[in-house]
């Protein structure tokens, strides 16, 4: 279980990542397709930090963090 859950939370943070660094002229739209993605990783990461015990958790945490911060600069790009 321990590394399927790793898996799951490093390739959904790298997914959103990824897609949030496209480029569009509508960012808009951009940003609304990838949220709950980005929702249902940073929920993944916390459970397995809460549940699992080892130096693994420190890396799901890490992931969702960049994550996080890509999404939220696509976010600024919005603002801006």
């Known amino acids: 279980m321990k590394p399927l859950g790793l898996a799951a939370i490093v390739l959904l ?3 959103v990542v990824f ?3 496209a480029a569009s002229p ?3 739209s951009l940003f609304i ?3 709950p993605f980005a929702l249902l990783q940073l929920a993944l990461a916390v459970l397995y930090f809460r549940f699992v015990r080892s130096l693994s958790r ?3 945490l890490a992931c ?3 994550a996080l ?3 939220s600069e696509l976010g600024f790009r919005i603002l801006s």
């Open 58 to 60: 420190w890396v799901a």
């Open 26 to 28: 509508n960012y808009r």
């Open 64 to 66: 969702s963090a960049i």
């Open 69 to 71: 911060l890509g999404f």
């Open 19 to 21: 897609y949030s660094q």
């Open 33 to 35: 397709y990838p949220a």
């Open 13 to 15: 943070g790298f997914g």
